[in-house]
């Protein structure tokens, strides 16, 4: 038995959510879509998991946080779906895809066939039988990427109050999970083998600055070290952690965030994968036309720095959703996505957010002791190519995005560290005029060769130098 449909989305996680709002949108027919995915729940935000979901007093549940909520738009509930005629085929597994056929087979035996494709089948956490340790099967050891592992580490915290609990992995998950740990009266040990946390983002200084807020809500650090064992009782539960240098910590509970992994396995040997997902074009069409990828396994290419690459962040799981469907329903007139990086957290009441990368030389600004907003810029190559404030408004998180995606020249560091923050909010205010080009002839050989560019760059500094001093002398004002 089978059935066909004109799209199909494989997996259920945020981007599902968003393609099909994009779908219905750009005015879907009844009966052309189907979503099937593992979780027995409708698409929902995946952020909420680390944050309200494991609160102490009034945490999130769905229906509350179906997507698309975290965009501020429609929820989009079971009744949603329905209404639109979408079909949603949930707790279901597909165990094998042929794209030449435009076919899956799913669990149960269903064969689905389909015209377009959108592979949405995100990334599963990697276990610790990956790295030689086993016990994830034991009750009070926690991942946390669906649904069910919340479920799991929600029991997990309500049955160990006042507890202690180690958390093996110092990134988002680890920081976010830790936060929420703290918050439910847990005392949190993190064990990570980097130097400092969030070591694939922040620099050393900055996350100086959050391992020394976390130590002022009780917790603490143990670095340069990995977990090497766990000890169990009688009942199959962890009582200890052992770690590699020889330290051993008494547990209620373990809470695992240790990288995830693209679920690409149904597509190997048959699509072109690259840096872990499916390497798709700026149509997030992949080497088979029928065929698109979206969120955590699509290696895309990132225009403003001319590479694939493959980003594990809600943000761009919901914008290539969208822009695949556009794509897929209306090519001639979408274009190549054009994404601009972008990594965000909120834990206690600490809030930022990065945009662009983080190569090249850093400048920071503003006083992390102060309680006022503080960040960095990345210049590389002469250009401001990556931005961080933590604190900030939403107009001057918006400035520092526009002004990362606009490159700016940076002649002087100095000039950079001095103006801070109103560096950015100038720039974005007002970015520099397109230059005129000239022709300048070498040897028969024609170049066209930017005028005047010191000048502009001094007249953006120069403009930058008053607008910062106004800009600060304003901010520090509202705050008085």
């Known amino acids: 038995m089978g059935r066909a449909f004109v799209y199909v989305i494989l997996g259920g996680g945020v981007a599902a959510g968003y393609a099909a709002l994009e779908f219905v949108n750009r005015g879907l027919s009844n009966g052309q879509l189907c979503i099937i995915s593992q979780e027995p729940v409708a698409p929902y935000e995946r952020p909420a998991l680390s944050k309200g979901f494991l609160l102490p007093q009034a945490p999130a ?5 179906h997507t698309c909520v975290g965009a501020n ?11 639109h005629g979408i079909e949603l085929i949930l707790g279901t597994a597909v165990k094998s895809a042929d794209v030449k056929r435009r076919t899956l087979l799913t669990a149960t035996g269903e064969t689905i066939i389909y015209k377009i494709l959108i592979v949405g089948t995100g990334a599963r956490a990697l276990k610790l039988e990956e790295f030689g340790v086993t016990g994830s099967d034991a009750e009070n050891v926690s991942y946390l990427r669906d649904i069910a592992d919340a479920n799991r580490l929600v029991d997990a915290m309500q049955s160990s109050p006042g507890g202690n609990a180690v958390v093996i992995g110092g990134g988002y998950i680890g920081m976010e999970c830790a936060a929420s740990l703290v918050i439910n009266k847990i005392n949190v040990t993190m064990v990570f083998p980097e130097p400092h946390c969030m070591a694939r983002l922040l620099t050393p200084k900055i996350a ?13 650090f143990i670095k340069g070290t990995v977990l090497q064992s766990l000890d169990f009782d009688s009942n199959g539960k962890v009582t200890a952690v052992n ?4 330290r051993k910590i008494s547990v209620d509970m373990v809470v695992v965030g240790i990288g995830i992994r693209p679920n690409t396995g149904l597509f190997e040997g048959q699509l072109t994968l690259e840096k872990g997902g499916i390497k798709v074009n700026g149509k997030l069409q992949s080497s088979n036309s029928s065929v698109y990828a979206i969120g955590d396994v699509a290696a895309f290419p990132v225009k403003l720095f001319g590479e694939i690459r493959r980003l594990e962040h809600v943000d761009a799981a919901r914008k290539s959703a969208r822009h695949a469907v556009a794509a897929i329903m209306d090519g001639d007139k979408t274009g190549e996505f054009d994404y601009l990086p972008f990594f965000y957290s909120r834990v206690f009441t600490l809030s930022w957010q990065f945009y662009g990368d983080n190569v090249g030389e850093v400048v920071y600004y503003g006083d992390m002791s102060s309680g006022e907003a503080f960040g960095a810029y990345w210049v590389s190559k002469g250009q401001l190519v990556g931005a961080f404030l933590e604190g900030g408004t939403k107009e001057e998180y918006e400035a520092i995005a526009k002004t990362t995606r606009l490159r700016p020249g940076i002649e002087d560091l100095g000039e950079l560290e001095r103006h801070g923050l109103g560096f950015a909010v100038t720039v974005s205010q007002k970015p ?8 300048v002839r070498a040897s028969d050989l024609l170049l066209e060769k930017p005028l005047f560019a010191w000048h502009a760059t001094a007249g953006v500094i120069f403009a930058a130098s008053i607008a910062a001093f106004a800009y600060v002398y304003g901010r520090r004002r509202r705050r008085w």
């Open 61 to 65: 549940r769905l229906p509350s946080f």
């Open 73 to 83: 738009e429609e929820r989009l509930t079971p009744k949603w779906y329905k209404e």
């Open 208 to 220: 100086t600055y959050y391992e020394e807020y976390y130590k002022s809500k009780g917790v603490d």
């Open 243 to 246: 770690l590699r240098d020889g």
């Open 432 to 439: 520099p005029p397109v230059l005129p080009l000239v022709n």
